[in-house]
């Protein structure tokens, strides 16, 4: 069975850098496509940034396009979200998810747990 | 960037009865829309996708229709699982992909 844990969230201040990592289990995360989605204290969902199971493009949401890095260590079975500059509307849960397929559909099949970030001085 | 507009915001429904949920598109979204379900302290849960099409292990009690801008989740014979926010999502025109504001379902 999938399963996916997020960890690295944390306390940061505005301007400070902070890596979340995403470990996959019950299955290879290379042949996936994944994605960061996040949600902000008592708000919805909002999509982050994709990328497909070949690495070949990196989407992301225009509020962290220049600031977020998404990545995958397929020898580690992991994908990492490095956030640079955060700003105060950072601050949420981020979730890692599973896609449907190798492509990027969208369709967010698995999810983890969550891992909190604070952007606060 | 594609709107999502749910209805109503929070809907109150007694167990056993069916609950209708809107989602209303900026423009058309052709039949790329989900529906998810997220439950207090929980990641969300992929529950339709493709308009109607049930995600892996979704009861038949989920249904879902419309088509272009209009969409409607029914969840018929509501169990006391089922209280929760949804929220609908189009991929049809993506990055990025958007998510309503959620329509909270709670017991009545």
């Keep these: 069975q999938a399963q996916l844990v997020e960890s690295g969230g944390g306390v940061v201040q505005p301007g400070r850098s902070l890596r979340l990592s995403c470990a996959a289990s019950g299955f290879t995360l290379r042949t996936y496509a994944m994605h960061w989605v996040r949600q902000a204290p008592g708000k919805g969902l909002e999509w982050v940034a994709g990328l497909p199971s070949d690495g070949s493009n990196y989407f992301y949401a225009d509020s962290v396009k220049g600031r977020f890095t998404i990545s995958r260590d397929n020898s580690k079975n992991t994908m990492y979200l490095q956030m640079q500059s955060l700003r105060a ?14 492509v990027i559909t969208n369709l967010l099949e698995s999810w983890g747990q969550g891992t909190r970030v604070s952007v606060s001085s | 960037e594609i709107v999502m507009t749910q209805s109503p915001a929070t809907l109150s429904v007694s167990p056993g009865e069916t609950a209708t949920l809107s989602c209303r598109a900026s423009q058309s979204v052709s039949r790329n829309l989900a529906w998810y379900q997220q439950k207090p302290g929980q990641a969300p849960r992929l529950l339709m996708y493709g308009i109607s099409t049930r995600a892996t292990d979704i009861p038949a009690r989920f249904s879902g229709s419309g088509s272009g801008t209009e969409f409607t989740l029914t969840i018929s014979s509501l169990q006391s699982e089922d209280f929760a926010i949804y929220y609908c999502q189009q991929y049809d025109y993506w990055p990025p992909c958007t998510f309503g504001q959620g329509t909270k379902l709670e017991i009545k």
């Design chain 1, 89 to 102: 509307e950072d601050t949420a849960v981020y979730y890692c998810a599973r896609d449907l397929t190798s």
